[in-house]
């Protein structure tokens, strides 16, 4: 059998369309090669969230749609019509979400970790002004620019060199790392971005731990990138969404 042949005949599983033999077949299938099982799996979670919260989404703007059709033209009549577009789009988006599945299972099998983290990586913007260090002076307006033309070599040098006469300054050493990581200087990046998370007191630190759980995930460390973006998606900060999709997506390729 193959891979198309198999994809469809998942796909025939959880549509319900096979009959008892196919699915005797699926699941010995199944229970010989775990990958099978776990694309099953999967497929059903991700079948299901998708389709609820498309719907959801749909629905929710397709009632406040109805509200203000009601306000406008003070008629039932709207409401009566609102049913039907909505029964409608239900369809719509349920077949819309089986592509979506399909498009994603693929996409996420298939992906390389590197892969995975160009897709999750934004540059993060530069806040520091020259009133962010103690002596501030054209060192810092040299690593300011650099770091903005995206010439990371350079602007990690500079911040390396700023850094060394204001240690303890957690906005310098955030971009230190940050252009670390750029230039593909994994210790140097995980190091800095560590203490950076751990000051809890910094408005760098949640970003800080974002990066790190990438710049770990990136240098091959796999475990230890897991264990950052659960506790981002523990804590609840801004990064927390973004943490739970590429967990997601780490568990389809390791």
Known sequence: ????????LI??????????????LLKEKA?????????????????????EEDVLKLESKLIEERKKGWANNNS???????????????????GLAVII???LVFFLKNQDPKDLY????????????????ISPD???????????????????SSFLNILVDDPDNMGIMFYTAMSALHIDRYPDAVAGLKKVANQGNSIYSNPAEWYLGLALFK??????????????VESKTDFSEDAKSILKSISTTK
């Open 118 to 133: 160009e897709a999750y990586y934004q540059p993060y913007p530069m806040y520091l002004t020259t009133r962010s260090v």
């Open 11 to 24: 796909e025939s599983y959880l549509e319900g369309r096979l009959d008892e033999k196919e699915i005797a």
């Open 138 to 156: 054209e060192k810092l307006n040299q690593a300011i620019q650099a770091y903005e033309q995206e010439n990371y070599e350079a602007a990690w």
């Open 219 to 232: 240098s091959g460390d796999v475990r230890n990138a897991r264990k950052v973006f659960e506790n981002i």
């Open 31 to 51: 229970k010989a090669d775990p990958g099978i099982a776990a694309e099953i799996s999967l497929r059903k979670e991700l079948e299901i969230a998708i389709a």
């Open 101 to 103: 599945v399909c498009a």
């Open 76 to 94: 039932s009549q709207q409401g009566a019509k609102a049913v039907p577009i909505l029964l409608k789009y239900r369809a719509l988006a349920a």
């Open 1 to 8: 059998m193959t891979e198309l042949e198999l994809a469809q």
